[in-house]
């Protein structure tokens, strides 16, 4: 049989070892940043069109290529920043395998311009797929400027892949802060379509964290300073209160070097501990350094994983030294040791048995309260007892039906509220009144009681979707046929911000690509029929809120959903709807006012309907 291996010719080659190196747009801002930086350069450009899908291009003022430098550096495994593989253990550069321009020129058309400090000339290259259209002498400035354009031109498949514009620049953005953090003496500027996004002058640390996410950052930040023989560690962390529902704001820098380690951030978790709200997390931006020799950053392709020898020293001085600054800043008397902390426990604590401490003094996710039956959830159900129940609860979500669910509610409706007249509850007569379809007439011991049912009803909602969505789990109902709706690229961009809180109440999500959502669970309290309406009221209510540092998802969420399913003016309740929506209101944490801060009730006291009948 004749031989049938043959080389690969360089430019497939190339475009496999592209697919490794770059992923998206993001991967050529990181590698041409990276350069840039390994060329020492002191200001750093960096140009952005539609998400980087038209154009990347870095310009620096570094120390430039020589003419056959420029031609090589396209060349793969071409590199100036090893020589021997002994060299990977002394990386004091970020590149390394001499790939990335390679692989970029395989799948973009590049335009290359670069001149060392005392050369008159440069040198300018233009290739695409890996060939060389041109080589010319060219005036430029010192340094080099590589702009990348239409990536992935020539493999439609992954341009096709490529996210939204939004996802992609959001990708960018963060490669960009990622940079720029590791490298405050650097000054860095940003252009996207035109407008200036970013403008980081170069400063100390703590004024570029505060340039990149604004001003009310400073306050936050709580610094973290140790010097150990294995570990120096510096930077900051953010304080407690401040701690966000979202990990955007973690950053570890290894030897300047951006790594992701759950390993470490679990060691700053714990130095939180008892201090953080359920589901939030600490923001902190720190740079270990370490000896190069004690590290492998060899062992991914994107380089943002690491390997440490002695990884649990390392966890050891991070959390005693987060520990220390938090302790030493004062941290502590943002705690509240007045509650009663059993009813107060975290879930995730609550399994350890151990104590701990809920920051939030308004809400009360584990409070018992009644639910209105028409639009229940199976949660009253949960009792301090039974925390097991709820996961278990999980599992077998959506083999219950919305029915079970009804008798559920209706079972374990025993509120007894002493606010309520006492006789009444000994006769059991009739004790509500419905009127004109809108208000409940309700007797309590000083008088009687007027009740708006439909803010009423957002109270009770809004509570129990926040309650959801803090312990993070809400029963679904499985839907028999997934729901498919569409909605425009900047609504998908709001849902998938939302997506995380939307599945803690209770809706699954099959996929939501392109322009197109599959929903294959709802919460138990909404009807399949209103799903769309909702999302849709959802999706405005976000686009309407002021963006702004404290825009709390969740909240808006609850808010929202709440204003929604609410009973509604002119709805007819029957005696046990109204006693029912009665008892939950005044089970809430703040019956009196509607989530928008509206009066859902007033009282008038026996007194007081004395003096008019004078
Ligand atoms: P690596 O960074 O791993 O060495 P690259 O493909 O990113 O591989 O770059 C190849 C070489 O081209 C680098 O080693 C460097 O010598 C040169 N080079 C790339 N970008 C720049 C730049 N902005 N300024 C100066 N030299 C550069
Ligand atoms: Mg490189």
């Not at 497939?12 to 592209?18: D, E, H, K, P």
């Not at 001499?98 to 395989?106: N, V």
């Not at 301090?384 to 409706?413: I, P, R």
């Amino acid at each position: 049989m004749a031989d049938i291996i043959q080389l690969l010719p360089d430019h497939v080659a190339n475009q496999i070892a592209a697919g490794e190196v770059v992923q998206r747009p993001a991967s050529v801002v990181k590698e041409l940043l990276e350069n840039a930086i390994d060329a020492s350069a002191t200001i750093i450009k960096l140009i952005i069109k539609d998400a980087g899908k038209t154009l990347v291009q870095v310009i620096d003022d570094g120390k430039g290529m020589s003419v056959t430098d420029a031609r090589l550096s396209f060349e793969r495994h071409a590199t100036s920043k090893i020589r021997t593989a002994d060299d990977l253990f002394q990386l004091n550069t970020k590149g390394f395998r001499g790939e990335a321009l390679a692989s970029i020129a395989a799948i973009a058309h590049v335009e290359l311009k670069t001149k060392q400090e005392n050369e008159d000339v440069g040198t300018r290259i233009e290739i695409e797929g890996s060939t060389v259209n041109s080589q010319e002498v060219v005036v430029t400035p010192k340094g080099t400027s590589i702009s990348v354009k239409n990536l992935f031109y020539n493999i439609p498949a992954r341009r096709n892949f490529l996210k939204s514009n939004t996802v992609e620049s959001r990708h960018i953005i963060d490669e960009f802060h990622r940079v720029a953090l590791a490298h405050p003496n650097i000054s860095f500027v940003m252009f996207h379509n035109g407008s200036e996004s970013f403008n980081l002058p170069e400063s100390n640390y703590r004024q570029r964290i505060v340039n990149i996410f604004g001003t009310k950052t400073n306050e936050k930040l709580v610094p973290v300073d140790e010097d150990t023989e294995v570990l120096k560690i510096s930077g900051f962390v953010g304080k407690p209160e401040f701690a966000k529902k979202t990990r955007g704001e973690q950053f570890f820098f290894v030897n300047d070097r951006f790594i992701k380690s759950a390993y470490l951030n679990h060691a700053i978790g714990s130095a939180f501990e008892g201090l953080l709200k359920d589901g939030t997390h600490a923001s902190y931006f720190l740079n270990l350094t370490v000896n190069p020799q004690t590290i492998d950053i060899n062992i991914h392709p994107t380089k943002t994983e690491i390997k440490f020898n002695d990884e649990h020293t390392l966890y050891a001085i991070l959390r005693s030294s987060v520990k220390h600054s938090l302790g030493q800043f004062n941290i502590a008397p943002v705690l509240d040791f007045e509650r009663d902390a059993n009813l107060d426990t975290p879930y995730s604590y609550q399994q350890k048995g151990s104590p701990s401490i809920e920051v939030d003094r308004s809400f009360n996710p584990f409070q018992e309260k009644q639910i209105s039956g028409k639009q229940t959830t199976a949660f009253k159900k949960q009792t301090a007892g039974n925390w097991d129940s709820l996961y278990v609860g999980l599992e077998s979500k959506g083999t219950q039906t919305q029915q079970d669910f009804k008798e559920v509610s209706f079972e374990s409706d025993t509120k007894n509220e002493s606010i309520f007249d006492n006789d009444n509850q000994v006769e059991q007569k009739q004790s509500t009144y419905q009127f004109r379809n809108k208000y409940i007439v309700s007797t309590i011991k000083s008088g009687m009681l007027l009740i708006d049912q439909h803010r009423a009803h957002q109270r009770v909602l809004y509570e129990d979707f926040l309650k959801n969505m803090t312990i993070k789990e809400a029963m679904s109902q499985q839907l028999l046929f997934p729901l498919q709706l569409h909605f425009s690229p900047q609504e998908i961009e709001i849902i998938n911000q939302l997506k995380t809180d939307l599945e803690h109440s209770g809706f699954i999500f099959q996929t939501i690509k392109g322009e197109l959502v599959e929903i294959s669970g709802v919460p138990v309290s909404v009807p399949e029929s209103e799903v769309s309406i909702i999302l849709e009221q959802l999706i405005s209510d976000v686009e309407n809120e002021v963006p702004d540092s404290n825009f709390s998802a969740t909240d808006l969420l609850a808010k929202s959903l709440a204003k929604s399913l609410a009973i509604k003016t002119g709805q007819s309740l029957t005696i046990m709807e109204q006693e029912h929506l009665v008892n939950s209101l005044f089970a809430c944490k703040e019956p009196n006012v509607s989530p928008t801060n509206r009066t859902t009730f007033v009282t008038m006291t026996v007194d007081e309907l004395d003096k008019k009948f004078v």
